[in-house]
């Protein structure tokens, strides 16, 4: 599209141009999303690429709510994924007009008849409106364009009334600090307004605003209907949160925009640098990124075998993986990494609420009334051969299936299962029971009070309070005899030397 519509120069032009970060680009995968101006027919068409993983889903969701209408692209060789389901819930939920289309139609293995199907299951659309397309190739993209500008309405919105612009994205920038990705629903921006952030109270000054074509082009202001970015004096991104509302003082409004949450992490992890030397490097490191990323939580945690580190939360699995990469690369840290757990609420006997990120954080039983640990909604995508081997590994996990449907020819299981027992190994293992056809989405629920007891493990008769664990009491002792058979690898039985424990 961006090549088609000239917003980019052909010889500018190379595969996945928006997937900026080293890391995007080697996982092949979006992290981070990207607004683009473009023209087509005389129409300024202001497009959102997005992350499809569940980790992003708020990010992903504020976007939706910035715009209109939403492409939805699906793999005519793989069909419809557990995902795709989830996006499309977001997408309905903020009413947008969905324009179903089929790519990679080139590939020998696209089946365009089934996933069709699949489509027009799910969204109860024409046959004629899934467009068929090949990014590759450029084959049906025009068309693309084509059905935006004709099915998609334009933005509405004040020009004249108090401004109030979404905030879907926000990241820090070394050298010219926290940057915003906005939609101007009423209103206007202009450079040098003094601007305040409604949900967060924060006041800032609006040193640039401009469109985004994808690079940055600065204007004289921005307005209402309008997608671009704002250049700030803000320090930290934890002043602008994601969902926030923008006002300006020239024009203040004081309702905020709907829809504005504090995300949350609810998977959490130790990191320690090898060298007990690093640990002010690594806290900094972590402060730094917390800047442009105020979804990370962190706290210091020391551990008698690990020594000096940094407890983080995160929003799930692939979030802790980014950040855990970004460290070891853009920083140089070596990081001895725990595994990751989730967190507990503890209701203790006086009434009070605990909430505890760490097991070793759990109070004496005397005082505990009840534990409560996360559960999760999920969704897994299979062709129906694997069904029953899905429903086993579910129920493996202490899930329970909660319904079963058919989008066309494949299932789609719909279960209940405590997180914890999801963080370790359950994609590799849906992958490995269904010859790699299942696919997983999921979104927390709630909290649910569990027979969960804390595994302590003790070496020559002391106790190491970093392997300290929870555990369903009825899982506790397999879980015990796997940390114990891992580290009898590492530690020699006569020879036990705690640095060397990785
Ligand atoms: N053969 C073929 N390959 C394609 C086509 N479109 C995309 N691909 C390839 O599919 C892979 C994924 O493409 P992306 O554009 O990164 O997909 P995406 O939907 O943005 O993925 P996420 O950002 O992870 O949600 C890349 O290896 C592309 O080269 C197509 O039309 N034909
Ligand atoms: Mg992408």
Known sequence: ???????????????????????????????????????????DLN?????????????????????????????????????????????????????????????PAADVPRVSAEIINLLGCDESDILQISAKTGLGVEKVLDAVVEKVTPPSGDPAAPTRALIFDSYYDDYRGVILYTRVVDGSIKKGDTIQMLATSADGLALEVGSLNPTMKANAEMTTGEIGYIVTNLKTTRDAKVGDTVTTKRTHADAMLPGYQNVKPFVYAGFFPVSNEDYQELKDAVEKLSLSDSALQFEPENSPVLGFG?????????????????????????????????????????????????????????????????????????????????????????????????????ALIAF????ANLLTDFYDQLKSVTSGYGSFNYELDTYIAEDLVRVDFYVAGEMIDALSVMAHRSESQRLGREVVDKLKDVIPRQNFRPKRLR
């Open 310 to 410: 940094v407890r983080i939360g995160f929003l799930g699995l692939l979030h802790m993986d980014i950040v855990r990469e970004r460290l070891e690369r853009e920083y140089s840290l070596d990081l001895v990494v725990t595994n990751p757990s989730t967190d507990y609420q503890v209701m203790l006997t006086d009434g009070t609420q605990l909430d505890i990120k760490s097991a070793s954080d759990l109070p004496d039983v005397i005082r505990i009334n009840e534990i409560r640990e996360p559960w999760i909604q999920g969704e897994i995508i299979v062709p129906k051969e694997y069904i029953g081997a899905v429903i086993q590994l579910i129920v493996n996990k202490r899930g329970q299936q909660k319904n079963l449907s058919y989008i066309d020819e494949r």
């Open 416 to 419: 209940e299962a405590p997180l």
């Open 1 to 43: 599209m961006m090549e088609m519509t000239g917003t980019v120069q052909k010889r500018d032009m190379k595969s996945q141009l928006l997937d900026s970060m080293d890391l995007e680009r080697e996982k092949g995968i979006t992290i981070k999303l990207a607004p683009v101006r473009m023209q087509h027919n005389g129409v």
């Open 47 to 107: 497009l959102i690429d997005t992350p499809g993983h569940v980790d992003f889903s708020y990010e992903v969701s504020r976007s939706l709510e910035a715009c209109e209408g939403a492409i939805l692209v699906v793999d005519a060789s793989q069909g419809i994924q557990a995902q795709t389901l989830a996006n499309v819930y977001l997408a309905l939920a903020a009413d947008l007009t969905i324009i179903p289309v089929l790519n990679k139609i080139d590939l």
